[in-house]
């Protein structure tokens, strides 16, 4: 089955400091990625959309330059949240896009638990 | 606009016992509906994938089911476990598979 590995799982930082999150699917190609934000008890809320060697497409309200999305491989996607505050503590959750055939295929990384201290 | 709603928002039911998870949602068209399993602090699993056309998905103890006519869709667990305890969520997929269309979620608590 179709395996992503998110890491790390969780970090904890120090404000000001830049932060990277890896999203590798490991068993198959993914043309798209998802970036999520999970705040405690609610849903996931979709950040960012990113596909292979292009660049990705902020939702609204979400800064680009405070979340560097980069899709550089079909295997690997990173969001580096810079200059993190308190504020963007959070859970932050990617999910890599397949398509194979009519089936359309989504599977979640396990998430990172990012604390700013 | 396209929104996908869970009821109830919690549940708390006795181990070994059943319960139903509903899901309406107002997506359309659609390409499939699914439904995940996120336990705290980790990423959704996938549950069931129906297509529009299907009514019914079985995973083990899990069955989904799907009436595209009213837009509704429930996830039925049977002979509930303390493992079952976590947040269901449904998500229904647009027509052209590119994007995503959260449900709150349903949190489930099972009690010995």
């Known amino acids: 089955g179709a395996v992503v590995s998110q890491h790390p799982s969780w970090v904890i930082c120090k404000s000001g400091t830049s932060v990277k999150i890896e999203c590798r699917s490991l068993?198959?190609?993914?043309?798209?990625m998802f970036w999520y934000r999970q705040f405690p008890k609610q849903s996931l809320m979709l950040m960012a959309t990113?596909?292979?060697?292009?660049?990705?497409?902020?939702e609204q309200g979400v800064e680009k330059d405070k979340f560097l999305i980069n899709h550089a491989s079909l295997t690997l996607s990173t969001l580096t949240v810079t200059s993190a505050h308190p504020e963007d503590s959070s859970f932050y959750i990617c999910?890599?896009?397949?398509?194979?055939?009519?089936?359309?295929?989504?599977?979640f990384g396990s998430g990172t638990r990012l604390t700013v201290v | 606009k396209n929104q996908v709603e869970q009821s109830p928002q919690s549940l708390i039911i006795l181990e070994g016992k059943n319960c139903t998870l509903q899901?309406?949602?107002?997506?359309?068209?659609?390409?499939?509906l699914r439904w995940y399993k996120q336990d705290t602090g980790r990423g959704p699993v996938s549950l069931t994938i129906?297509?529009?056309?299907?009514n019914t998905k079985s995973n083990g103890r899990y069955t989904a089911t799907l009436d595209a006519d009213t837009k509704q869709s429930s996830l039925h667990i049977t002979a509930s476990q303390l493992s079952d305890s976590a947040s269901y969520i449904c998500?229904?997929?647009?027509?052209?598979?590119?994007?995503?269309?959260f449900g709150k979620g349903t949190t489930l608590s099972v009690s010995s």
């Open positions: 999910s890599a896009h397949r398509r194979q055939g009519s089936d359309y295929g989504y599977t």
């Open positions: 068993d198959f190609q993914a043309t798209t």
């Open positions: 990113s596909n292979e060697g292009s660049k990705a497409t902020y």
């Open positions: 899901c309406n949602y107002t997506v359309s068209p659609f390409s499939n």
């Open positions: 129906m297509t529009f056309s299907e």
């Open positions: 998500v229904v997929v647009n027509q052209a598979g590119t994007a995503l269309i």
